[in-house]
């Protein structure tokens, strides 16, 4: 089966655009998360949401990072007037409840 | 502050040798502890978990030792092999916190052939 699939894999934007970052989690997981992962660090928590319901967006750096999941399934991250301090690969993660995460391999974010 | 700290930052160890990684945790509510294994380009893939109520926990060649009174685990790598080459992080989560894990910051591990 497929497992978590993010787009674009890569992305470069100038200073100040907004960018659109998609997942498709594992089909039938209710738990959805992001996680922003800099060049040499471990990932950092972003957000969580159960089935539409965000739950946790504590990790959110500032109000220029929003993300939803409208119907349960994909889930978009957006970022807002970007800045070179967000480039780093974000990372989705879904899970069945109460089950492991399964990662994609990240959406990297250069922004120049 | 760093909530779960992690050494080595690399370790290089030859084929058949033993790779250990260590990392210790501050928040004593933390209840499950985490090790992933993620490959250059690629999304952290889980490895082998444990719960402080046991010990240490073995799967093939990867175990986890866990010392609750030391707030401290460990990952050890038996036979190491050059396929195993990828960092490592462990990571920590506590129960009812929206599974928010928290990660160390890596261990590069190379095993030379």
């Known amino acids: 089966g497929a497992g978590v699939s993010q787009s674009p894999r890569y992305k470069v934007a100038k200073r100040g655009q907004d960018v659109a970052l998609r997942c498709d989690p594992i089909s039938g997981h209710v738990s959805l998360f992001w996680y922003q992962q800099a060049l040499g660090q471990g990932p950092e928590f972003l957000t969580y949401f159960q089935n539409e319901a965000q739950l946790d967006k504590s990790g959110l750096p500032s109000d220029r990072f929003f993300a939803e999941r409208p119907e349960g399934s994909v889930s978009t991250l957006k970022i807002q007037r970007t800045q070179q301090e967000d480039s780093a690969v974000y990372l989705c993660?879904?899970?069945?409840?109460?089950?492991?995460?399964?990662f994609g391999e990240g959406s990297r974010l250069t922004v120049l | 502050q760093q909530q779960v700290k992690q050494s080595p930052q690399s370790l290089i160890v030859q084929k058949g040798g033993i790779s250990i990684i260590n990392c210790a945790y501050e928040?004593?509510?933390?209840?499950?502890f985490p090790w992933y294994q993620q490959f250059p380009g690629k999304g952290p893939a889980l490895l082998i978990a444990?719960?402080?109520d046991v010990s240490e926990k073995k799967e093939g060649r990867f175990t986890i030792s866990f010392n609750k009174s030391a707030k401290q685990f460990s990952l050890h790598i038996m036979d190491s092999q050059p396929g195993d080459s990828a960092t490592y992080f462990c990571a920590a989560m506590r129960a009812g916190n929206n599974r928010k894990l928290i990660w160390g910051l890596g261990t590069s591990l190379a095993v030379n052939p």
């Open positions: 993660a879904s899970a069945d409840w109460p089950g492991e995460l399964f």
């Open positions: 928040n004593t509510a933390f209840d499950y």
């Open positions: 444990i719960r402080p």
